[in-house]
Antibody, heavy 126, light 107 residues
C-alpha cells in the first residue's frame, strides 16, 4: 500500500522560509519512473502544482515560483523536502505531496498524481 | 505555461442527472489530460487519466473524452456521493497546471 504524509509548521511568519517534508512508504524513489510532486491549495481556491522530483534526480518547478522553491530527496529516509523562501500571507494554503504514476502507450508517456497525502495547512501570519 | 480553463465554475444538478464539465487548454496537449474529484476537507482523487482512461476502482458512470485542446468529463447518472469539486490537469508539461475547478452542488 502506497501512502504519503506531509509534515511541517502550521504557522510561519512573513519573510520566513518554509520547510515541508513528505514521508512516504510503499515505493522507492530509487525505482525508475518514480516521481513525487508538491501541490498546494489556498482556502476555497484551486489546486496549484509547485514542484516535482524524479527518481533520477531531475527537478521541475512552477514557472511563477521557481525562484523561491527548492525540492530535494532523501531516498534512505523515503522523504522529499520542499523549501519555499520569503513566505507571504498569499502562500497560506494546504500543501499536498503526491506520487506521480507513469503509463506508456506507444510513443507517449502519461502521468498523473496518485495517491496524494492528506495535506498540511500552512498559515502565513505575523 | 499551458493554461487550463474549466467551465462551468459551478453547477446545480439532481441525483440521476447527466452532468458534463468541460476543460480547454491554451495549446494542444494531445490527450495528456487528467480529471480529479475532491470532496471537502479531503485530498483529490484521480478519476480519469490520458483523457479517457478510467482509473481502477472508479465507477463506470464517469467518462472522459477529447483531444488537442478540448476535453469533457461526463457523469452519466449523478449519485449522492458525486457532489464534489472536479479539476482537470494537463500532464503535457512540466510545468504542470490545473483548471480552476467545477463545483457540483445539489439542486
Amino acid at each position: 500500500q502506497v501512502t504519503l504524509k506531509e509534515s511541517g509548521p502550521a504557522l510561519v511568519k512573513p519573510t520566513q522560509t518554509l520547510t515541508l517534508t513528505c514521508s512516504f512508504s510503499g515505493f522507492s524513489l530509487n525505482t525508475s519512473g518514480m516521481r513525487v510532486s508538491w501541490i498546494r491549495q489556498p482556502p476555497g481556491k484551486a489546486l496549484e502544482w509547485l514542484a516535482r522530483i524524479d527518481w533520477d534526480g531531475d527537478k521541475f518547478y512552477s514557472t511563477s515560483l521557481k525562484t523561491r522553491l527548492t525540492i530535494s530527496k532523501d531516498t534512505s529516509k523515503n522523504q522529499v523536502v520542499l523549501t519555499m523562501t520569503n513566505m507571504d500571507p498569499a502562500d497560506t494554503a494546504t500543501y499536498y505531496c503526491a506520487r506521480t504514476l507513469d503509463f506508456w502507450s506507444g510513443y507517449y508517456q502519461y502521468n498523473w498524481f496518485d495517491p496524494w497525502g492528506q495535506g498540511t495547512l500552512v498559515t502565513v501570519s505575523s | 505555461d499551458i493554461q487550463m480553463t474549466q467551465s462551468p465554475s459551478s453547477l446545480s444538478a439532481s441525483v440521476g442527472d447527466r452532468v458534463t464539465i468541460t476543460c480547454r487548454a491554451s495549446q494542444s496537449i494531445t490527450n495528456h489530460l487528467n480529471w480529479y474529484q475532491q470532496k471537502p476537507g479531503k485530498a483529490p482523487k484521480v478519476l480519469i487519466y490520458a483523457a479517457s482512461s478510467l482509473q481502477s476502482g472508479v465507477p463506470s458512470r464517469f467518462s472522459g473524452s477529447g483531444s488537442g485542446t478540448d476535453f469533457t468529463l461526463t457523469i452519466s447518472s449523478l449519485q449522492p456521493e458525486d457532489f464534489a469539486t472536479y479539476y482537470c490537469q494537463q500532464s503535457y508539461g512540466p510545468p504542470l497546471t490545473f483548471g480552476g475547478g467545477t463545483r457540483v452542488e445539489i439542486k
